[in-house]
């Protein structure tokens, strides 16, 4: 298992996984975080496809409000992550 690994957080991605429909995922997160929390993980991932998309960082902070230390460490995840987030937009991609 690597650093993050561990039971209590596979548990965690299981249960995400069991989530049918959007409604379900509002009711689960927003028992599981913060407000600020979820809108602070919706704007990072707004922010990944808009990189994503080659869109630059003045562009991307003046449309979400996104600090360009946001932008940043979230385009360092693209460029070096582990694809996590290349993952979900790919397959938000593949469905539209």
Not at 20 to 33: G, K, M, N, S
Not at 68 to 95: F, H, M, P, Q
């Amino acid at each position: 298992m690597g650093k993050l690994e561990s039971q209590e957080l596979d548990a965690l991605f299981r249960a995400v996984l069991s989530l049918q429909t959007v409604e379900e995922c509002y009711r689960f997160f927003e028992d599981a975080c913060t407000i600020k929390e979820l809108k602070d993980l919706g704007q990072r991932f707004a922010v990944a496809r808009m990189l994503a998309a080659g869109k630059v960082y003045t562009e991307i902070g003046k449309e979400t409000g996104a600090s360009t230390a946001t932008i940043g460490r979230v385009n360092k995840s693209l460029l070096y992550g582990r694809d996590g987030y290349k993952i979900a937009i790919e397959r938000l991609a593949d469905e539209a």
